[in-house]
């Protein structure tokens, strides 16, 4: 069977790749240290020793419009390319070609859907920076293939906080279930308060300090059911416009498990946010 060697949740910053390999006058005051973060956040994954990434993010009106909106997604490819047009001019990303894992993304869909979630799939999915940033910042070789989980964390009508937590549950067994014998690091992105276009998106930090603090908390601690008594689709219109991501970043405590505390806790604000690392070792920590 396959083991969850690692599960791993973090903020997606697009602007960390351009900060990172600026140099000279072009380099802001705060790369530095959080290039050290991210460094020492990737030796965490490093440590678990993985042979798959499966890769929860979510699309930003990229390729899932509102046409066609699936509320949980799975990629199902050899192959995903990415980045988006947009992305590679507003924050410098990379385009990348990343493998896929289409035996162990079959297992989620076929038994995802048996365990009542109605998963859609692509074939030809495009991936966007919820899953390449993570990428960058974790495992920049981008050598091991991913299975890439999109949510609908943008488009009304939202799946509630408590299905993302169950989903996060769910894809946790199936990955377990797998009969190979592989290690397999689950990874998912989110954000915490975040304000996009309005009044509180250019602040000293995140919009709303109070709500990232209590945030990571619930995060760190496994604090599921105490995140779940506060946060609705209605609560999380107050921390930002944008606060919705955060459900992505319940879908990993749900995958972590109620009650586990993280191994690895960090946090960093940035002007008008904050970056938040976490990962759990569920089989202990690696030697």
Same mark, same amino acid.
């Given at each position: 069977?396959?083991?969850?060697?690692a599960v791993i949740a973090s903020t997606h910053h697009p602007f960390y790749y351009?900060?990172?390999? #600026?140099?000279?006058?072009?380099?802001?005051? /705060?790369?530095?240290?959080?290039?050290? @973060?991210?460094?020492?956040?990737?030796?965490?994954? *490093? @440590?678990? =020793?993985? %042979?798959?990434?499966?890769?929860? !993010? #979510? &699309?930003?009106?990229?390729?899932?419009?509102?046409?066609?909106?699936?509320?949980?997604?799975?990629? @199902?490819?050899?192959?995903? &390319?990415? +980045?988006?047009?947009?992305?590679?001019?507003?924050?410098?990303?990379?385009?990348? *070609?990343?493998?896929?894992?289409?035996?162990?993304?079959?297992?989620?869909?076929?038994?995802?859907?048996?365990?009542?979630?109605?998963?859609?799939?692509? +074939?030809?999915?495009?991936?966007?920076?919820?899953?390449?940033?993570?990428?960058? *910042?974790?495992?920049?070789?981008?050598?091991?293939?991913?299975?890439?989980?999109?949510?609908?964390?943008?488009?009304?009508?939202?799946?509630?906080?408590?299905?993302?937590?169950?989903?996060?549950?769910?894809?946790?067994?199936?990955?377990?279930?797998?009969?190979?014998? $592989? =290690?397999?690091?689950?990874? !998912?992105?989110?954000?915490?308060?975040?304000?996009? !276009?309005?009044?509180?998106?250019?602040?000293?930090?995140?919009?709303?300090?109070? /709500?990232?603090? $209590?945030?990571?908390?619930?995060?760190? #601690?496994?604090?599921?059911?105490?995140?779940?008594?506060?946060?609705?689709? %209605?609560?999380?219109?107050?921390?930002?416009?944008a606060t919705h991501g955060f459900m992505d970043f319940m879908l990993m405590m749900g995958v972590a498990g109620?009650?586990? $505390?993280? &191994?690895?806790?960090? #946090?960093? &604000?940035?002007?008008? *946010?904050?970056?938040?690392? /976490?990962?759990?070792?569920? +089989?202990?920590?690696?030697?």
């Amino acid at each position: 069977m396959a083991t969850v060697a690692a599960v791993i949740a973090s903020t997606h910053h697009p602007f960390y790749y351009r900060a990172s390999t #600026s140099t000279g006058a072009d380099r802001p005051p /705060f790369a530095d240290e959080w290039v050290a @973060k991210i460094e020492a956040f990737r030796e965490t994954l *490093t @440590k678990a =020793r993985p %042979d798959i990434l499966v890769m929860v !993010g #979510s &699309d930003h009106f990229h390729q899932l419009w509102l046409d066609n909106m699936p509320q949980f997604l799975v990629g @199902k490819a050899p192959y995903f &390319d990415a +980045n988006w047009y947009n992305e590679e001019r507003e924050f410098g990303l990379p385009r990348m *070609t990343l493998p896929g894992e289409e035996r162990l993304a079959g297992h989620i869909l076929r038994n995802g859907l048996d365990a009542g979630f109605d998963l859609a799939f692509s +074939n030809e999915l495009r991936i966007d920076h919820s899953i390449t940033c993570p990428i960058i *910042t974790l495992r920049p070789d981008a050598d091991l293939p991913i299975v890439p989980i999109y949510t609908n964390i943008f488009a009304p009508p939202l799946p509630r906080p408590q299905r993302f937590v169950e989903l996060g549950r769910t894809i946790r067994q199936l990955v377990e279930s797998w009969p190979d014998d $592989k =290690r397999v690091a689950i990874i !998912g992105t989110g954000h915490l308060s975040l304000e996009l !276009g309005g009044p509180r998106q250019f602040g000293a930090h995140g919009p709303d300090p109070e /709500f990232d603090r $209590k945030a990571v908390e619930w995060i760190a #601690s496994g604090d599921v059911e105490g995140c779940l008594a506060e946060v609705t689709l %209605d609560s999380l219109h107050l921390p930002g416009n944008a606060t919705h991501g955060f459900m992505d970043f319940m879908l990993m405590m749900g995958v972590a498990g109620a009650g586990a $505390k993280a &191994d690895h806790v960090d #946090s960093l &604000d940035l002007f008008h *946010t904050m970056e938040a690392y /976490f990962t759990w070792y569920p +089989n202990g920590v690696p030697e």
